[in-house]
T-cell receptor, first 113, second 112 residues
Framework: AQSVSQHNHHVILSEAASLELGCNYS??????LFWYVQYPGQHLQLLLK??????LVKGIKGFEAEFIKSKFSFNLRKPSVQWSDTAEYFC???????????FGSGTRLSIRP | DGGITQSPKYLFRKEGQNVTLSCEQN?????MYWYRQDPGQGLRLIYY???????QKGDIAEGYSVSREKKESFPLTVTSAQKNPTAFYLC???????????FGNGTRLTVT
């Protein structure tokens, strides 16, 4: 069965600090990987996705993620965070032979102005 | 504009009553999903449907039921058998298996 682990439940950073949020998944085959973001009071929206090809994918608002197959990881990064990045971030995985998308427990990111 | 509409935004029910949450999409998406969001637990999959008149259980289907009689609609019924129904419910859709999900704004259900 597929599963997703996000080990950081709450991350607090100052503006301009670098960000890395961890995501590890469990699935024996090819996967599609996603990062979603939920800003306060807003609906979930897609930040970036990986299907195949270049393991370093770039998304909206300066975010990027790197797929490392040997580590079953898909960590989210941003070189310099802004106060507006305050949100909850969810990693998600879909196995290539599966129809369902499974989400991690989420990481709440708080940015100090 | 195309999108997913969930109604109502807030719903209150007494324990022991069934309640149905609405989800409508005008994106012409084939697949639709229901998730439950609880603090610290992320999104957990309740039910999903790839085509009309077909649906599959997710990870936490007990106490819930769905129907998919029309492509654009995927209502979720929270039955009295659901032991902890108070939660935030999210509906989503996608075009095909490999595409990302589009989410609605959610329904917050409170059962007392």
């Amino acid at each position: 069965a597929q599963s997703v682990s996000q080990h950081n439940h709450h991350v607090i950073l100052s503006e301009a600090a670098s960000l890395e949020l961890g995501c590890n998944y469990s699935y024996g085959g090819t996967v599609n990987l996603f990062w979603y973001v939920q800003y306060p009071g807003q609906h979930l929206q897609l930040l970036l996705k990986y299907f195949s090809g270049d393991p370093l994918v770039k998304g909206i608002k300066g975010f990027e993620a790197e797929f490392i197959k040997s580590k079953f990881s898909f960590n989210l990064r941003k070189p310099s965070v802004q106060w507006s990045d305050t949100a909850e971030y969810f990693c998600a995985v879909r196995g290539s032979s599966a129809s369902k998308i499974i989400f991690g427990s989420g990481t709440r990111l708080s940015i100090r102005p | 504009d195309g999108g997913i509409t969930q109604s109502p935004k807030y719903l209150f029910r007494k324990e022991g009553q069934n309640v149905t949450l609405s989800c409508e999409q005008n994106l012409n998406h084939d697949a639709m999903y229901w998730y439950r969001q609880d603090p610290g637990q992320g999104l957990r999959l309740i039910y999903y449907s790839q085509i009309v008149n077909d649906f599959q259980k997710g990870d936490i289907a007990e106490g819930y039921s769905v129907s998919r009689e029309k492509k654009e609609s995927f209502p979720l019924t929270v039955t009295s058998a659901q032991k902890n129904p108070t939660a935030f419910y999210l509906c989503a859709s996608s075009t095909r298996r490999s595409s990302p999900l589009h989410f609605g704004n959610g329904t917050r259900l409170t059962v007392t």
